[in-house]
């Protein structure tokens, strides 16, 4: 049996300051990821070039895990090990755009005009997974990054392996955790209105 939304959580999310805040969320989680993509999948194309284009890259040529080690971009790369960076973002990548799924799950039922309904309850999960997500494809990218690169920069001789928490896994393990709460706290709310309504 569907219960509907009640009187003043249907006005609620039929607000227009409301809705406008559920549009910019939608646009910003798309336009934040498929900008990070690109310019992840960028910085694999301008290794090895110093100047023309990659000189107005917006970010290192290297990633900040492996800046930490000390290690430089090498001077060039084949072909072969641009495509096996490209294949190590499209990791924490995958994680990343699973989570926005979630966060574009949850902009469409609240512009549905659904607050405790099923979909926001997955959604809100779905986001705390993604985030728990990020937060072990991003280990497992800098062991792969800091792998690789060391070991071109050796001259395929040798290599290391660099592996740390920072402010990124430590905020995405939070806020994991955090959505994951709020997913449960907005099962028990869908639960109560759904015991409110079949008493209406």
Known sequence: MTHSASPA?????????????????????????????????ARWAAIGHTDGWAAWM???????????????????????????????????AAAMFYAVLCVNR??????????????????FRGVGWGFLAMFVTSLVYQVGVTALLS??????????VALGVGSFEVSTLVVGLMMLLLAHVLAEGSRLQAETDAFV
């Open 9 to 41: 959580s249907s006005s609620c999310v039929k607000n227009p300051a409301f809705q406008r805040l559920a549009w910019m969320l939608l646009l910003a989680s798309w336009g934040c990821a498929l900008g990070s993509l690109a310019l992840s999948l």
């Open 58 to 92: 917006p970010v290192g040529l290297v990633p900040p895990q492996v800046q930490l080690t000390g290690l430089t971009p090498p001077q060039s790369m084949d072909t072969q090990w641009r495509w096996v960076g490209v294949l190590l973002e499209c990791i924490p």
């Open 106 to 123: 949850i902009c469409k039922a609240f512009l549905a005009g659904e607050v405790f309904g099923p979909a926001v309850v997955q959604g």
């Open 151 to 160: 070991w071109l920069a050796s001259g395929q001789n040798g290599g290391l």
